[in-house]
């Protein structure tokens, strides 16, 4: 149950990220030539995302669907560690299967309890806001599934902040990177990667927008770390993404001798010495022959010189 949660969260997240990317792409019409200067119609932009967000909200409306659904597979799994019969509260007996019937044909406790029987079985698990929360979403997505309307419009950002709490809350002893991959790395279209697109392809394609729009609070609550905190390049995930794009997953040890990918799980010894580039300010290279820094990823062969 708990697998089945975390894929439909991921398939939601993956759809709204692509909202977020477009959203984020939709400001390149909005600059206006002033005395032969290029410069930036915020009105214009401003009124441009108004409007994408507008035409997105069919889109946004799935994702809440799905964003609920997920909640609720993993309140279940949750209540599940303790026991399977918890979901059955309340229920009458006529209502239960057969002996030896599959236990996914009971009838299990109304979504709007769920949070209540599991507030008492994990009484420090839950927080306020993320109670009131599920109860906004729950109710959201009722209207959206039953009625087909939803008069509150979606902001996509809204959206983001909703699911990062969702999982530091049910998810807290998950690595959300690791998990993320995995859920790339089962896609339909899975099937299709080759030498020159996979799964680290499409992570370095969607981390390059995720690290940009995170808050401080998103970041620190996602990947375990401040964004302040500089990160680094992991060679082997670089290599093997056979993408262009390069994406900072790596971080310092505290001796300040490894540095360790919070998305494949690598580590890797470092060289101390400063980079030769003189507009990267990186010390931290790799140590063998080619001396590559890890920061600006430039080899830094003539340091065998030395």
């Known amino acids: 149950m708990e697998q089945t949660a975390l894929r439909i969260y991921f398939s939601a997240w993956v759809s709204l990220m692509r909202v977020v990317a477009e959203m984020q792409d939709e400001h390149h019409e909005d600059y206006d030539y002033v005395d032969s200067e290029l410069t930036l119609n915020q009105d214009k932009t401003d009124a441009n995302r ?3 967000v507008e035409l997105a909200q069919p889109d946004l409306q799935l994702i809440y669907s799905m964003i609920q659904h997920s909640q609720e597979i993993a309140l279940k799994s949750k209540l599940c560690e303790v026991s399977p019969f918890l979901l059955l509260l309340g229920t009458e007996v006529r209502s239960w299967a057969k002996p030896n019937g599959d236990f996914s044909t009971f009838r299990t406790i109304d979504a709007s309890d769920l949070l209540k029987v599991a507030d008492a079985v994990f009484p420090k698990n839950f927080s306020d806001s993320f ?10 997505r009722n209207k959206i599934q039953h009625l087909g309307a939803y008069k509150d419009q979606l902001d996509p950002m809204v959206l983001v902040d909703i699911m990062v ?25 899975s099937v299709f990667y080759d030498k020159r697109w996979n799964e680290l392809t499409a992570m370095f394609e969607e ?5 940009d729009v995170f808050t401080y609070r998103q970041y620190k609550e996602i990947f375990g770390f401040s964004r302040q905190t500089r990160r680094y390049l992991c060679l082997e995930c670089l290599w093997d993404s056979k993408s262009d794009i390069r994406v900072h997953t ?5 001796a300040g001798d490894t540095v360790t990918c919070h998305l494949c799980g690598s580590s890797q010894e470092v060289l101390r010495h400063d980079c030769r580039d ?5 010390n931290v290279l790799t140590p063998d022959e080619r001396h590559t820094c890890l920061v600006c990823g430039e080899d830094n062969d003539d340091l065998n010189e030395e």
Do not use: M
């Open 278 to 282: 003189p507009e990267c300010k990186s």
């Open 207 to 211: 981390l390059s927008i995720v690290f």
């Open 50 to 52: 108004a409007h994408f």
């Open 131 to 140: 109670k009131q929360q599920y109860d906004v979403v729950r109710g959201g």
């Open 250 to 254: 790596a971080t310092l040890s505290e």
């Open 165 to 189: 709490k969702q999982y530091g809350t049910l998810h807290k002893n998950k690595t959300w990177l690791h998990n993320r991959l995995s859920f790339q790395r089962a896609v339909r279209n």
